[in-house]
């Protein structure tokens, strides 16, 4: 199945545009996903250890904007967003 | 009263006046108006201006809890708050965030616009890129997200 992760802050930098999407196992989990992710930067970045590193210490958030668990089960074609550490204000 | 808005640097810059007139009431008789600007130097690098990103929705959410945990937790009941924060590419000295309240007395106006703030840092989901005088530019490292049902 397909899913869209819309990318802010720091994560912007994985993709030109401001959505990766990833081809992945139905019934997938955000912990399948979060390993799918660094699955695609050790690929197309040369295992860049910044980029896993804030893929490991992002939050996620459901297209209702609720911050997700890694047992999340995520469905076809559903958006969720990558949240990296923040520092605003 | 509460008000709080997200405003993209190319249509609408931030205003004080616009503070000013929403918390304005004769039923108060403290206000703060807080604002943080866009400095010259951070970490010993020289910034020429910053972009900030934002989750609107997730940031927007996060300041609506915030507001409403004033109540519960600070018990602070009579306020008026006002929230406006930047997204888009600031320059030196232009206003990123503005945080005005208003209360019946200082003390409790010191407390909410400091617990605003800092909650804001810890929760909302804003992210900055710093742009330096060589022509490099950083996202800056941030804190994992710290929610309130975690």
Known sequence: ?89 | MFQARILDSKIRKLIIKDAEKFISSSDFGASIIFSGTVRNSNNNKLVKGITYDTHDALVIKSFDEIYKEASEKLKILNKAVFIDHAKGFLDLGEISIIIAVACKHRDEAYILSRYIIEEIKKRSPIWKKEHYHNDESDWLKGNPLVHENN
């Open chain 1, 1 to 89: 199945m397909n899913i869209k992760i819309e990318l802010f802050g720091a994560a912007r930098d994985f993709s030109k545009q401001n959505i990766l999407e990833l081809n992945v196992e139905n019934n997938s989990s955000l912990r399948d996903i979060r390993a799918k992710m660094i699955e695609y930067i050790k690929k197309n970045f040369s295992n860049n250890e910044n980029y896993i590193k804030i893929i490991n210490s992002s939050a996620f958030s459901s297209k209702e904007n609720i911050i997700i668990s890694d047992n999340y089960k995520i469905t076809n074609n559903e958006k969720i967003a990558i949240i990296p550490p923040i520092g605003g204000g």
